[in-house]
């Protein structure tokens, strides 16, 4: 299994990006699939993710600004993000897990595959 992430960048307060998740020797059908970030000196932290069942779940730090998809052939994933604010300045990192319960899934530690991380730098 991997997970390629995409679409990191340095943009300014207020601007949009779009981040990508490509898998590779799995699909998302029947798995969890997220976005975690993680500034420097911070823990990983949740940012949002879609269930099995096509839920999708949000931090309260992003809801209302970003948007969490995937694609039909559940082969892509993408992290729509708008009025981005410097706080949001971090590596961001898809994830994928197929055992996880909706309790579980803003704990990082319960999500077994994981992507190697874009960088996204908000300035001020």
């Known amino acids: 299994v991997q997970l390629q992430a995409s679409g990191g960048g340095l943009v300014q307060a207020g601007d949009s990006l779009r981040l990508s998740c490509a898998a590779s020797g799995v699909t998302f059908r029947n798995a969890y699939i997220g976005w975690f970030r993680q500034a420097p000196g911070k823990e990983r932290e949740f940012v949002s993710a879609i269930t099995k069942s096509g839920t999708t779940v949000y931090s309260d730090s992003v809801k209302g600004r970003f948007t969490i998809s995937r694609d039909a052939a559940k082969t892509t994933m993408s992290l729509q993000m708008n009025s981005l604010k410097p706080e949001d300045t971090a590596v961001y990192f898809c994830?994928?897990?197929?055992?996880?319960?909706?309790?579980?899934?803003?704990?990082?530690?319960?999500?077994?595959?994981w992507g190697q991380g874009t960088q996204v730098t908000v300035s001020s």
């Open positions: 994830a994928l897990d197929h055992t996880l319960i909706l309790s579980s899934v803003r704990d990082p530690q319960r999500w077994d595959y």
